[in-house]
């Protein structure tokens, strides 16, 4: 009963879990888990999200995409796709067929919430080593303080926003263990959210220290919970978190692995290698790595090359790079042989891994932000040496000069700028910071005659909280939506 009471409520959420079949057949006693290895088994196919690549459309909303046009016929349904979003029509989301899960983060991102629910309350349950329960409630814990960020970052609106009080502010459902009602879940405050996101990601780098040493990239550990911290603590902003988000990046920095030097991605011929920031064997500073290539999501991507397609790298974005010496020009972007510049984070070569994750250089970033935000001579002296650190080994040998001390109010931009440089077009970060930071952004649309029209979102418009799709809405009354 208590199952299928979850169930509800998730179908009431707008869901239809992938965990469906594991709870109907729970019946049958040879499939129940009753080890630990069994919950493992669970938490790799249902908590952890490498089955999905979601958030690419998120890309759109900003200012590093353009739109093209129609330019060839059989890009028209990427076109289509994409222009509800590129134009910031507040009713994007509205409409009633089955978005991919790749644009239905809601959907996505609570069914992976249901897996981690199911690790948490059932492992103490089973058969194993404390060591190992602890480990793997750990794992569970982070992914799901992971997956309510996300949600809060692309359906809430930013934390510290003029006019946002976080103790009204509409949060998301929280749905934090298997035992349910059959009420229908309403949203939490934004205050509430942040904390229980807080709450969890304390406890599992708690558990992840004392309990687990990382297997691989494709498992998260204390250190990406580190670095999650420092994200949290920058977004939310309240007293004291800037303090916090200077120690947890400090602590990942210290703990976690070194940078990657760019001029690994080339040869002894000085020719670039195939491999990315994201490329396994070949990157030294992945953290987490997890999804697909959300550049060739065909939703809005098509994955031939050769022509122009709808949307493509933006110019205002490519022109922050210096060309000759920034290797992340030639590592981040490709030339889609004439027809505009797309991005590639894994790698053209790579048929494994994703695009999406946890990496070493946002613990620079954060720190250096929220250094400079601290303020005094000591902490702007530090950040202004996390960013010289960082973008040395980002540049060809030899190249580099260390940018010299500017007051505090030039050394912020710079870093929010050096921040977009290296962050682009991953994990949906520069739409984050447009909300934090109050941004405005203006599109050239381009419609499939040819006729231009600009679109402008405006500076703390009430679309930076994002529509709940409307399978969710429809089928929960006690969801509200966001006001738009």
């Not at 298997?178 to 942040?194: C, G, N, Q, V």
Request: charged share 20%.
């Amino acid at each position: 009963m208590k199952n299928r009471l979850y169930i509800g409520i998730l179908l009431a959420l707008g869901l239809c879990s992938s965990c469906g079949d594991f709870f109907e057949a729970s019946s049958q006693d040879e499939i129940i888990p009753t080890t630990v290895e069994d919950m493992r088994s669970v938490c790799y196919a249902e908590a952890y999200p490498y089955l999905i690549s979601t958030g690419g459309y998120l890309n759109l909303l900003t200012d590093e995409i353009q739109c093209n046009g129609l330019q060839a016929d059989n890009y028209a349904t990427a076109l289509e796709n994409g222009t509800p979003v590129f134009t910031f029509n507040p009713m994007m989301f509205d409409g009633t067929e089955v978005f991919p899960d790749d644009v239905n983060s809601w959907k996505t991102y609570y069914e992976n919430i249901m897996g981690c629910n199911v690790i948490i309350d059932h492992t103490p349950e089973v058969r194993g080593s404390e060591q190992d329960k602890n480990a793997l409630i750990g794992q569970a814990l982070l992914l799901r303080s992971f997956y309510y960020l996300k949600l809060a970052m692309i359906y809430c609106q930013p934390y510290n926003a003029p006019g946002v009080d976080p103790e009204t502010a509409m949060g998301v459902p929280l749905m934090l263990t298997m035992e349910m009602t059959d009420d229908f879940p309403s949203r939490s405050s934004l205050a509430a959210l942040y904390s229980q996101i807080e709450t969890d990601l304390l406890e599992a780098a708690r558990l992840l220290k004392e309990n687990y040493e990382q297997e691989n990239v494709y498992r998260v550990d204390h250190v990406t919970a580190y670095i999650l911290l420092s994200r949290l603590y920058l977004y939310r902003g309240e007293e004291n978190d800037l303090d916090k988000a200077i120690e947890y990046a400090g602590l990942a920095i210290e703990e976690g692995p070194r940078l990657t030097r760019f001029t690994s991605f080339y040869n002894n011929e000085g020719q670039l290698n195939g491999f990315s920031i994201y490329d396994d064997g070949y990157s030294s500073e992945i953290v987490w790595c997890y999804g697909g290539n959300s550049s060739k999501s065909t939703y809005y991507f098509p994955g031939s090359y050769g022509e122009t397609f709808p949307w493509t790298v933006s110019n205002s974005l490519l022109g922050m790079y210096d060309t000759q010496n920034d290797l992340r020009y030639a590592v981040y972007f490709i030339d889609n042989l004439g027809g505009g510049m797309l991005w590639n984070k894994i790698g053209y070569n790579s048929s494994y891994g994703g695009d999406h994750g946890v990496r070493m250089a946002e613990a620079y970033l954060n720190r250096a932000e929220a250094a400079i935000r601290k303020g005094g001579d000591e902490n702007l002296t530090q950040a202004l040496r996390d960013l010289n650190d960082l973008r040395e080994t980002r540049w060809a040998s030899g190249t580099y000069v260390d940018e010299p001390m500017m007051g505090a109010e030039d050394l912020l931009a710079f870093c929010l700028e050096e921040r977009q440089r290296e962050l682009c077009l991953e994990e949906g970060f520069r739409w984050f910071d447009i909300k934090r930071l109050g941004l405005s952004v203006t599109h050239n649309y381009i419609d499939p005659e040819g006729v231009e029209r600009e679109c402008v979102l405006e500076s703390n418009s009430l679309l930076y909280a994002l529509p709940i799709p409307y399978d969710a809405i429809n089928r929960n009354y006690n969801l509200r939506q966001n006001p738009r």
